[in-house]
């Protein structure tokens, strides 16, 4: 079982950055894809970004070259640096640790864009 905890959410104008955090308790998570998704009421969630134990990322469309993965293997963490950011990018960010057998997700963080 794997438990994640987000934060670093919150409100920024048009053209801010903030930077995401997800802490993971127990042992797979050095082993382990991470990656971070987010969702608009009444839509599905969107890929955000994901990088494997080796340090390969993926992006989605909308978020590349202004947002940036990272993970901290020692503390069990990824981070999701995120810049120029757009009204449309007003979510809640969900991280993930993909497992062989399943998909653990935390509980989300708001992530605001509005002046």
């Known amino acids: 079982q794997v438990q994640l905890v987000e934060s670093g959410g919150g409100l920024v104008q048009p053209g801010g950055s903030l930077r995401l955090s997800c802490a993971a308790s127990?042992?797979?998570?050095?082993?382990?894809?991470v990656g971070w998704s987010r969702q608009v009421p009444g839509k599905e969630r969107e890929l955000v970004a994901t990088i494997t134990p080796g340090g390969r990322t993926n992006y989605g469309g909308s978020v590349k070259g202004r947002f940036t993965i990272s993970r901290d293997n020692a503390k069990n963490t990824v981070f999701l640096q995120m810049t120029n950011l757009k009204p449309e990018d007003t979510a809640v960010y969900y991280c993930?640790?993909?497992?062989?057998?399943?998909?653990?997700w935390g509980q989300g963080t708001q992530v605001t864009v509005s002046s």
């Open positions: 993930n640790v993909q497992s062989l057998l399943s998909t653990f």
């Open positions: 127990g042992t797979i998570f050095s082993v382990s894809t």
